[in-house]
């Protein structure tokens, strides 16, 4: 049985090695220097990071859990798609551990962050996803998401196209 809660300060060290656990195995063969993506990981998963963002009130993490964590979600609320676009709720991460796709925790923990935007009065949510992952993009079209734009994600080696997809909730 999948369960989701939300993530509270105590739960920074369990989210920095799901996180670079999840990333690693999804995204490492995508970057072409790892010390760039060591670099990114650290920006997104460094303790100090996770434990400034899981206080922070316009952002929120859920983890999802059977016998033990499976996968997490982090968003942020009121975040504009583009300068003169709409604002919503922007879903920065859905990731699931090695093995622990495929078993519909996604959706599940998708409709999580769905009823969490809701709750707090957002009408529209959106997220970016990496034009070289295709499957993530299907997910996201499957929970009713179009495509609104593209966009580019660079460091200093290499650039990605990002996919800006986003629905009404």
């Not at 995204?27 to 206080?55: G, I």
């Not at 922007?90 to 551990?97: D, M, R, S, V």
């Not at 796709?101 to 999580?112: H, N, V």
């Not at 990496?130 to 994600?153: I, M, S, W």
Request: glycine share 8%.
């Amino acid at each position: 049985m999948l369960t989701i809660h939300k993530a509270q300060p105590e739960d920074a060290g369990l989210l920095h090695q799901m996180g670079y656990t999840s990333y690693r195995h999804h995204f490492a063969h995508l970057w072409h220097e790892k010390q760039e993506m060591e670099a990114f990981l650290e920006q997104e998963y460094a303790l100090p990071v996770l434990d400034q963002s899981l206080r922070d009130a316009a952002c929120c993490w859920l983890i999802a859990a059977t016998d033990k964590p499976v996968g997490f979600a982090k968003f942020s609320f009121r975040q504009p798609v583009t300068p003169q676009g709409p604002a919503g709720t922007l879903l920065h991460k859905l990731y699931f551990l090695p093995g622990m796709t495929g078993k519909s925790y996604g959706e599940r923990l998708f409709e999580a962050v769905v009823c969490q935007a809701r709750a707090r009065g957002e009408a529209f949510l959106w997220l970016e996803v990496l034009a070289a992952n295709p499957q993530a993009r299907r997910f996201y079209e499957r929970q009713g998401l179009r495509h609104l734009h593209d966009t580019v994600f660079g460091s200093a080696s290499q650039q990605s196209t990002l996919h800006i997809l986003g629905r009404e909730i």
